[in-house]
């Protein structure tokens, strides 16, 4: 019997084990803080409605009440965040507190064209990147000082799930396309990319010849 069969048989036992405590741990990661936030809403939500009970009566029902209200709510703070000293308290609660929430940055950016809108250049932004032979339909995430781009390849049809590649510019092609579209393309093996594609460079060639 060689050396190498005798250790595997003794790491075997508690490899199924260590490895099904690893997956519970990531998975709860992720999980928990969605788990939290949706929790976090749905008593908000619940608080608003008991507060507006009284006054609505019996001409709308309290929970549109308090949907409405929750949307009222975030619209005044989104435009409060939107003065300096508005900016100047966001960007010390992202660094206290939003920044640590697993999920957090990645649903910042895919819900703004850049963080918080400002433009910075971080948006995610739809492209091809030239892997091997071929192009593949991929987001670029980040940027380097020195123009280095980190990629994201998203596989099909799962496009949450895929590979981080760093490529230098000249291997990324950026897409004039909206970013859910694309992303649907993608859970859709392909289907309607050709389509979206043309339709980007036809518009970029008419914008080109005006």
Same mark, same amino acid.
């Given at each position: =019997?060689?050396?190498?069969?005798?250790?595997?048989?003794?790491? #075997?036992? /508690?490899?199924?084990?260590?490895?099904?405590?690893?997956?519970?741990?990531?998975?709860? $990661?992720? &999980?928990?803080?969605?788990?939290?936030?949706?929790?976090? %809403?749905?008593?908000?939500?619940?608080?608003?409605?008991?507060?507006?009970?009284?006054? *609505?009566?019996? &001409?709308?029902?309290?929970? $549109? %009440?308090?949907?409405?209200?929750?949307?009222?709510?975030?619209?005044?703070?989104? #435009?409060?965040?939107?003065?300096? *000293? +508005?900016?100047? =308290?966001? #960007?010390?609660?992202?660094?206290?507190?939003?920044?640590?929430?697993? +999920?957090?940055?990645?649903?910042?950016?895919?819900?703004?064209?850049?963080?918080? /809108?400002?433009?910075?250049?971080?948006?995610?932004?739809?492209?091809?990147?030239?892997?091997?032979?071929? $192009?593949?339909?991929?987001? &670029?995430?980040?940027?380097?000082?020195?123009?280095?781009?980190?990629?994201?390849?998203?596989?099909?049809?799962?496009? =949450?799930?895929?590979?981080?590649?760093?490529?230098?510019?000249?291997?990324? *092609?950026?897409?004039?396309?909206?970013?859910?579209?694309?992303?649907?393309?993608?859970?859709?093996? /392909?289907?309607?990319? %050709?389509? =979206?594609?043309?339709?980007?460079?036809?518009?970029?060639?008419?914008?080109?010849?005006?």
């Amino acid at each position: =019997m060689r050396p190498g069969d005798t250790a595997g048989r003794h790491r #075997a036992p /508690g490899g199924p084990f260590i490895l099904l405590r690893r997956v519970l741990i990531e998975g709860a $990661l992720v &999980v928990l803080p969605i788990g939290a936030v949706v929790l976090l %809403v749905l008593g908000l939500i619940g608080r608003i409605e008991r507060a507006a009970d009284p006054l *609505t009566g019996h &001409v709308l029902h309290p929970a $549109l %009440v308090a949907i409405g209200g929750l949307l009222l709510i975030c619209l005044l703070v989104g #435009a409060a965040i939107r003065s300096a *000293t +508005g900016r100047r =308290m966001r #960007a010390l609660l992202e660094g206290t507190l939003l920044d640590r929430l697993p +999920g957090y940055r990645l649903a910042k950016a895919f819900a703004t064209d850049g963080p918080w /809108g400002e433009g910075s250049g971080r948006a995610v932004r739809p492209a091809l990147a030239a892997i091997e032979d071929g $192009l593949c339909p991929a987001l &670029v995430m980040d940027e380097f000082a020195d123009g280095r781009l980190v990629v994201f390849v998203p596989g099909a049809p799962a496009p =949450m799930a895929g590979a981080i590649y760093v490529f230098a510019p000249e291997k990324v *092609t950026l897409l004039d396309v909206p970013l859910l579209p694309f992303l649907k393309t993608i859970s859709s093996w /392909g289907l309607g990319l %050709v389509e =979206m594609i043309e339709a980007a460079e036809r518009a970029r060639t008419k914008e080109a010849a005006a």
